[in-house]
Structure formats: structure tokens, C-alpha cells
């Protein structure tokens, strides 16, 4: 379910063709309505059936937030078990092209921090199809975030079988000099630094996290106690982003293996500007993630 | 909820005129008389009775005749010159142009006073204009410049002006926010309205009927507008509706759909809607019957989900320019040559935009951060 998904074939094409092949009675345009997309979807899973629905954008997530958070999330444990919600939430995240304030957010971190929910943040065609498969077969609510930017990408994806589990990092490039944290496009971000680095004669391990909730604690800490520096490198405004999360969790677990205070790089605390140069400004860069390596631990 | 009968039809004076009408002297004003088809009403249960409803004829001067011409054509020009830009990548992001929807946005502006307030969504160009904003700045706004009416800050989707609340672009939301706005009015007793303009798509969203019964609860002066162009996004109207009839959607709260590519029914209704809404009735919902002849933005050519022949018709039989046109000459208000000098200053006014849009600054760095908060007493 979800808006012009069918007969338009989805507003990023994700859905193309699936009208014909799967019919109208499995995939379904819905009027603009968030609140019951959801709704119904967590509904219909309660009643049995397994079905994924479509939020437009993460920034209309927030006219279902209640459906998602109180609802989605917790109807398994406040049933006690009674109950599941097999629901995946397929939204779009991410800015960078010129929406605007209210069409360029990230929020996957504030869903990572409820109790009851999965979050997916897929990097490459390859994870995002394993780790599609992975969510599908879960009997949980996932919130499974694409980037918008992204969808652009090409990627190599076996003929045979394979999922990826939630809370398994990949790590994307080896190093032994620098960690960087990153996930869904900052991924691709965090692999241009390494390569700046590189020609610095330094070797970055590159960690894309997948999904943030569960995340891949045990893969960054043990990088961060090889290579003693570590970045973290989010989309989202720094405020409150996960990146905090992430390094107040190293510093608890891996305080003695650090050179200096974990570095983080998130978007500018500011609503996303219109103005191209503005926003780009507002976006992490591999500059930026150069520069807080250099300002943390002098490299 | 009684169906109020309509008045027998009347002798139609607003006929189709020839093209290359030739008389050269004009009237200062004439009085028009609208075919009994132009307006439905609902009546609700709460507020007053409809009455009859709107007036099927009116007076129309010469000069603001012209004025309702000079703006549409200026619409025309501004949304059409910003596809081109958008082309060439000086307008990135979104742009949702409102071609075939001018009659909608100019009847129902030139219908209010100073100070009523509006909010519309985010195919907000023409309504930007008529609440007082230049093509100029308008235009400057979409190449992202420091002469834009966002300072480059908005874009689109994000354009205001005096007693206009944008621009916005998630659906649905603005309407609990203009019956805000109508709120303010009622608590400070100005005895304006606000005017809360939505789309056939956003007529869906649970936030419309809360800030319907809201209204009504509570008298707010607010006149809800639903733009039914017949399309949200690539979902038509009957494809997304249980009740497509969107004036009737407030239930209680009385409707009157107007044909909304005749300027002069919109005008004459909206007037009617203001006058009632003024008296203390509440708030009434007005459907504007309209169309877009583009898709619902530049990266919708708008054809996979509608018939080229069905856009094809509405530019040939409903354009509200030419029906403007038709009138004006019919009535003896314009001649072709005026229209012919409107149109043309249209586009030079569009012309000139682009060129100060091109030639205009970007912002400059330290506005990232400017205007996330603020002090009354800084």
C-alpha cells in the first residue's frame, strides 16, 4: 500500500511494473492519507497478513508517527506476545537535492531509538537487497529507509540466494590507521575521505553500520581498538543524531584504546536550505570528516 | 441536508465570443450574468442556510476587468518561463505550476480585501503574485538568489508575502493552520477571513476534518478551498476518493462548488463566501473545478496516468484565459488589442525576471544560519 505506487509505478519508480505483475489486489494506491497507510498496515499484519506499505518520504512518516512509534512498536509487548506486526515500512530518506526544509530530512535516527522497531539504512544495491529479503522475514516492524540519492546506483547482486541479517556491519573498506562510522549515503562520503587519506599515506577502515537498530556495536569497537581514532559520520543534524549514540558508546566500552575524544560530523544544525551552495554547506563532505581527523587526533 | 433548487436558467450573456472581436470603444463597466451551472451548493447543518446562493449575475468594471486579465496572463508567463528555467537547471528541487488553474486563483483573490489572510500548498506560484509578491522576486526565490522573497532560504514550495502563509509543501498541513490563522482574526475581532486553500489529493488527509469540525465548533472565519484539479499527483480524484463531490466533504459545514475556469463565477462566489463567512456563520468549504494542464511537477510529464486528449480539450474549451478574453470582449470591457498588449507585457515582466534572476547573488554563507530563532527584544 502506499501513494502512486501502482498505476504511476511509485514516485521514485521503486514499484514500476509491479501493478502488472502482482495485480491490484497486492499493490494498492492509497489516497494521501499517512496516518491510516500505517494504520491499516500495522492492522492488517495484526490480523495476519505480512504487508509492506510505502511512506513517500520520511518527512511525511512524521503525520504516522503516532501509528509507527505507539502502535507499530509496542502492541507486541504491551499484548505480551499475543501479537505481532510484521509490517515493513518502505520510506525514502535523505536530502541533498534542493527539496528543501521540509523535504530533506533524515529522521531514521529518531526511529532507531524506540524500543520495538528495526531500522534499515541500505548503502548499496546489494545490501539493500539482502537486507530487504532479511526484512521481509521478520515478524517485526521495520523501518526500512532508502536513500533518495541513491536510488541512481548500480550495483552487482549474486544470481543465488542471500539475506543479510539486522545488526551486521560490512565493513566496506580495511584500514589500520582511522575508523570511519558512517551509513546509508555519508557511506559513500566516508569512501571518498579514505581515499583523500589514502593519498595522505593514511588507511581508513570504512564501517557501514546497515541498520541502526539493532547496529553492529562489536564490529566498531573492535576497528576503533585496531586503529585507536574514529570518526562518525551522519546525514542528519549532529544534535541528536545517532552519531552521539554510537560515540558515547565507544568511549564507554573502548575508552582506553582512544588517541583523543571521538570525532563526529553531521549535517548543520539548521533546516535544510533551498539555495544549492547553502545546503551543500549543510551536508557532511569528506572535507569536513579530513578536518575533524586532523582536529581530534592530528592526522 | 437540502438541495437548494437553482434559479431557471437565464438568457446566457457570456457566450462564446467570435475570435478578432472588432469593436474599438470599451465601457467603464457592464453587468454580467453567469449561467445557472456554474455553482452547487450543500447545505450543512451548521452556519445559516445557503439561501439561494451566490448571485447569477453582477456588475464588472472596465479596470477590474483588466486587472483579473493582466494578473492571469502574468501567471501564464511566470509559470511558463520557470519551466524553461528548471530546464536549463537554474530551478532545482520541485517546481508545481499551476497552467490552467489562473481563473481559480485570480476570481478568487479579486474577491477579497486587505487584510484577509491566505494559505495555500505548494503549487503556490500564481497565489504567491496576487497576494502582492513580483514575478521578479518570485522568480529570483526559484533560482535560489538573495533577491528571491526567501532570500533563497525557500525555494518553491516555500514562497510568503503580507497576509500569506505560503508555500507549503507537506499535504494536508496547512489546513490546520489557516484555521489558526482564522482563529487570530476571530479572537482579535479584525473581521477578516482566511482563506485555506487545499488540493482533491490533500481533501484526504485526518488533519482537514479535524480543522473542519474545529471550525465549525468554533465559528472560525475561515473559507476551506479545495483546488480539485482532478489529479493528486498521478492519483485521479475518483481514484482516491470515496466522495469525489470535495464541497460536500464538510459534511456539516455548508459547500458550494464553483466552475473554476470562469473568473467571473469565482469571483461572484467567493464574494458570496466572504460576505457569509464576515456575518458570523462559520466557516464555509468552496470546490474550485479546475485542471492542470501540466503534471503535478517537473518530473511528471503528467501523461501516464491521463489522456493527452483529455488536456487537449481542457486548453481548447476551458482555458480560463480565453474565457476571460471571451467575456472581456463580449461585454465590451477590452478590446483584442488591449489583450494582445497585456499579454505581451506578461511576458516581458516574465522576460525580466529571468534576466534578474540570472544576474542576482547567491546568499551568502553566513545565511545558513540566519532566522532559527529569534528575539521580539534583541
Redesign the interface.
Known sequence: MG??IG???G?YAVTRGFLDEFGPERIM?????E??IVGAGVGSALAGLRPIVELMTI??S??AIDQIVNHAAKLRYMSDGQFSVPLVIRTVTGGG???????SQSFENWYASVPGLKVAVPATPYDALGLFRAAMKDDNPILFAEHSLLYGMRGEVPDEWYEIPFGQADIKRKGNDVTIVAYSRMTHVALQAAAMLEEKGRQAEVIDLRTLRPWDKETVLESVRKTNRVVVVEETWKTGGFSGEIASTIQEEAFDDLDGPVARVGG????A??????EA??IPNSERIIKALSDNYGI | MLLRLLRPVRPVLCQVATSGFRRQSTVTSARFTLNSDVYKLHEGTTGASLGSGPPLEGEITREEMTGMYSLMAAIRELETKAGDLYLEKII???LHRCNGQEASIVGLESALTPGDELITAYRCHGYTHTRGVSVKEIMA?LA??ATGC?K???????LYGPHYYGG??????QVPLGAGIAFTNKYNETGKICVTLYGD??A????VFEAYNMAALWKLPCLFVCENNLY????SST???ACPEYYTRGHYIPGIWVDGQNVLAVRTATQWCADYIRAGNGPLVMEQFTYRYYGHSMSDPGK??RSATEVKGVRETRDPLKKCEELALELNLMTSDEIKAIKKDAAKTAEEAVEFAHSSP??P?A???AH?WWSRTK
Open positions: 501513494e502512486d498505476a504511476y509505478g514516485a494506491d492509497t489516497p494521501i492519507s496516518s491510516v518527512n511525511f512524521l503525520v537535492g534542493q527539496l528543501a526544509a521540509t523535504h548543520l544544525d539548521v533546516p536550505p533551498y539555495n544549492g551552495t547553502l554547506a549543510a | 532545482r528541487g520541485f526565490e535560489g538568489k526567501s533563497g532560504k525557500g525555494g518553491s514550495m516555500h507549503n509543501g507537506i499535504v494536508g498541513a489529493g490533500a484526504n488527509q485526518g488533519q493528486g499527483m498521478g492519483t481514484r482516491s476518493s501516464s496516468y547567491h546568499p554563507p545565511d545558513l544560519y532559527i
